[in-house]
């Protein structure tokens, strides 16, 4: 019977007395039992297939139009910036190989991770944030449902597939931007950029890229579940929610990024 | 008016609570609660806010853990029962929750459909028709059934959390201020619905409420809540028939003395 809705609610008051460092370490143990909690059943039957594939279009959807016009944007942007430095060296022609190698190894990932968790990240938040200020969560487990299982794990596994098959397309569309600006200035053909697009990179970078999206999307998942299912205090606390799942989301992507650039260049 | 007469087993306890203790850090909510609640009877608890009312359902649907005592639901000790038992155990138990808790994102149809899909397997579409339509034949609500809850008003919002619980067939009702909110001729309806599900789906219910002709319609037997303890149960008449100056001002205050 020991469940994290029952925990919540026992030691949500609590927390209130105590000073920021025992706070902090009391959310670091409960985040890590999230965690555990989220592995513990989301890999063990019955799965809620239907509710994973409704989420991941809801993930899909909530960041496409922002995702496409950023990502274009972005690669566009970097090739028009980088193209003076370059034609310093006359080395224009290494536009399409500088430009694949930041997108596809940085830029894509995080830039997709970043939108998502303001969209998605902040939508779950506040969904699972109201969703706990309006007892919808407990009417779910009266009524014999598992709501850890149907609400945080299909929304986490979501996220986790869905943000590096946002960020693939974030590199593809990117990759559109540079090349619009490498055929107006140079006048390359749509083959001859892509070939060169694609040349310098490695195995490991596409690897990397995939591992790296893999985690943002888990930690925006996982960051968003938790700060709404563990809301409190009425509206404010669905406000704080959203906005607790986005500013913690961001700060971890970073961290993870110059954890795992960093793992990722001991392997080249 | 007062309730009509319902069959109530008295030699079978649905519920027994005893020496039920829960406290939040230094405040002490329930300080030693002894409860039954038997086969078919309708229990009205009285209190003012913040004395553990709903607490004390909370605890009996397992939403909260107890700090002491035993509580025995359906032949079930909830507090030594497995994850899956408790599961097993919340099917039969139903809970209407004081803001309805309807789910915002679903249609009337849907919120209706979602415990039962979910709690009986291999259920088949005309089945589920049947029962979403029963259930909301059984509240008035026909109409509603393609509506989101937002589209409704509080004593449809309300009829609608109770239609949800009664979906599944449940033993017990339990009741989390039924008639908070809401203006005077709805909650005569509320209070006749709680009736009638009792008369027909023969359910037994514990009503949380602080709402005297909510006590009075609907109670089979009043418990009065009072410093975390149950000090006076009994009917209606005999709950209030008192000079008891803990009890006495909460009638007194009330229209309908």
Known sequence: MDNGNTRTLQTGTKAKKRGWLTSFFISLYKIHKFIIQFFKEAFVPPFEFKEIVRQCYEVGVRSFTLISLTGFIVGLIFTKQSRPSLGQFGATSWLPSLVSIAIMRALAP????????????????????????????????????????????TRVLATTLAIPILATYTGLVAMLGGYI???????????????????????????????????????????????????????????????????????????????????????? | MNKPQAPIDYNNPVITIKGLKKSFDDYHVLRGVDLELFQGENLVVLGRSGTGKSVLIKIVSGLLTADHGSVNVLGCDINKVTPKELQELRIRIGFSFQNSALYDSMTVRKNLEFPLVRNRKGIGKKEIDAKVDEVLEAVGLRQTINQMPSELSGGQRKRIGIARTLIL??????????????????????????????????????????????AKQTGDRIAMLLDGQFQRQGTFEEVFDTDDKRVKPFFDYNFIK
């Open chain 1, 181 to 268: 600006n490498v055929a107006t200035n140079e006048g390359t053909s749509f083959s001859t950029f892509v070939q060169q697009f694609f040349d310098p990179l490695t195995f490991t970078d596409f690897t990397s890229s995939l591992i790296k999206s893999i985690v943002f999307g888990f930690t925006i998942g996982i960051v968003g579940c938790y700060q709404g299912y563990f809301s409190n205090k009425g509206t404010e606390g669905v406000g704080k929610a959203a906005n607790g799942a986005v500013v913690t989301a961001m700060f971890l992507i970073f961290i993870e990024e110059i954890v795992i650039v960093q793992i990722t260049s001991w392997f080249r």
């Open chain 2, 169 to 214: 067939n449940p033993e017990i009702m339990l009741y989390d201020e039924p008639t908070a909110g809401l203006d005077p001729i709805t909650c005569i309806d509320i209070n006749e619905l709680i009736n009638e599900v009792q008369e027909q789906y023969k359910t037994s219910s514990i009503i949380i409420t602080h709402d005297l002709t909510c």
């Open chain 1, 110 to 153: 995080l830039v997709t991770a970043l939108i998502a968790a303001g969209k998605v990240g902040s939508s779950i938040g506040a969904e699972l944030g109201s969703m706990r200020v309006t007892e919808q969560i407990d009417a779910m487990e009266v009524s014999g449902t598992n709501p850890f299982k149907f609400l945080v794990c």
